[in-house]
Structure formats: C-alpha cells, structure tokens
C-alpha cells in the first residue's frame, strides 16, 4: 500500500539497519485522516521494532500568528487542532490494538520535558542566530510555507518570517535525531513530501547536521498525488 523512499543516498544506507521510525502528522493537514494514520501505523509497526508519532501542536500557534491570528485565538486554535490530531492517531493506534497508544504520541509539551530535544533546540536556535547561512535557510524553508498561504500577490514580511520560524526551529531536533530524543537508537522521521530544506540537512549541505544514525523516509501511498503545502506542520 506504501512506497517508501529514501530522502538521500545517506538516508538510504541506514534503511537496512534502522529499527525505530518517527512519523510526522500536521495538525493542519486533512491528508492525516484516521484511515490513513491507521494503515501508516501498520505499516510502521510491521516493519519496525519501534515507532512513535510526532505531532507539532502547540506551536503551530507561530504560522497561525503570521497568518494574521492574534496571538490568543493562535493558541486556542493550535491546541484544539492539535488535540483532534492526537485523538485521531490514538484511535489509529487503539485499533492496532496497541495499549497505551498515548505513549507513543509526541506533542511539544511532552517533547519539552525530553533533555535532548531541549539540548537541540537550544543548539538550532542558537546556530539561527549566529550562522547567516543556517539562518537564510530556515528562513528560506519558511518563505515556502507562509508564500502558499498568503492572498495572491503577497509576501512575507521579516516579521511574519521571523514569527513563523520559530515554529520550524521547533521542529527541527525530530529531523535531527529523533532516535536519541525517543531513546531508540538510529531512526528514520517519516514524511510523505520531499522537503528541500531536509534534502540539503541530510545530505550534509547546512552548518547543522543530523546525529549518526538519523535519516528520512518518504512514504506515501502508492496511487498518492496529493499536493501539500506544508512543511510537515500546518497545512492541508
């Protein structure tokens, strides 16, 4: 039902020995349907010793504020879509017949307790700030994102970028070593989309780098077209 595809030759050599894989739902995204994530589920756990899934809940809040939310309804907002996002991918798990499906399910308030994801957090802001290339990228991959929500014509401010950024430096410790944060060892995130910020971070073309052992796998259904306009966060 899945093809699977290596982000990068890198990414492609771990394949054979990776045994935990992340996978990345936006809370935004209808492409994350309960039937979906049932079937993503499945797959991860027949071909895996390991899976957990990553839902960037909270701080989808940042995109929305670029968006021209005001901060509050962001926040209620990104909490309310991020809990139909969590409910969903424990009815998936639940109908695996998984127990404690809750366990497997990262949000940023149980990521935030996670002393690595803290550690690379920490690190990627810090890298945005001093590395005028990392910066440029980041911001790059976020122009991508706010461009195809905004009205035709416009373009995002500094502010609006600089807003919305912090929602993928958020995000970025999960690309970077989603198997330390999950204390599983080499992991693969996985995504149906190519993203090409994370086609240079993997193939070692950023100032960051992921850890020894980090990859990324494309998996999408055989027959799927769909177009995304996210950045494994809001979008759909």
């Known amino acids: 039902m899945f ?6 030759e890198r990414c ?11 996978i990345g739902v ?4 209808s492409y994350f349907n309960t039937e979906r994530l049932t079937a993503l589920a499945k797959w991860a756990l027949t071909r895996f010793e390991q899976c957990h ?12 504020e670029a968006l021209g939310y005001s901060p509050g309804r962001a926040r209620h907002k990104a909490s309310r879509q991020g809990q139909y996002a969590h409910n969903k991918v424990a009815a998936a798990l ?4 998984v127990p404690e499906p809750e366990r497997l399910i990262l949000g940023m308030a149980r990521l935030a307790e996670h002393p690595r994801y803290r550690e690379l957090v920490e690190e990627a802001g810090t890298l945005f700030e001093r590395d005028a290339a990392f910066r440029a990228a980041c911001l790059e991959a976020t ?14 401010t500094d502010e609006q970028s600089l807003l919305a950024v912090r929602y993928f430096i958020a995000e970025l410790p999960l690309f970077a ?5 999950c204390g599983a060892g080499p992991s693969l995130f996985v995504y149906h989309q190519r993203v090409a910020f994370l086609e240079k971070f993997y193939a070692g073309e950023l100032p960051w780098r992921p850890a020894p052992g980090q990859g ?21």
């Open 94 to 97: 639940r109908a695996l017949d």
């Open 26 to 29: 936006s809370p935004f995204n």
């Open 216 to 236: 990324f796998l494309v998996v999408r259904e055989k027959d799927d077209n769909t177009p995304d306009l996210s950045l494994i966060g809001v979008g759909g």
């Open 53 to 64: 899934f990553f839902i960037p809940d909270a701080v989808a809040a940042y995109t929305l």
């Open 12 to 22: 492609g050599a771990l394949l054979p020995t990776v045994s935990h894989v992340c």
């Open 3 to 8: 093809n699977s595809e290596p982000l990068t």
């Open 143 to 156: 122009h991508w994102v706010l461009d195809r929500k905004l009205p035709p014509g416009d373009t995002p």
């Open 177 to 181: 070593d989603s198997g330390g944060i």
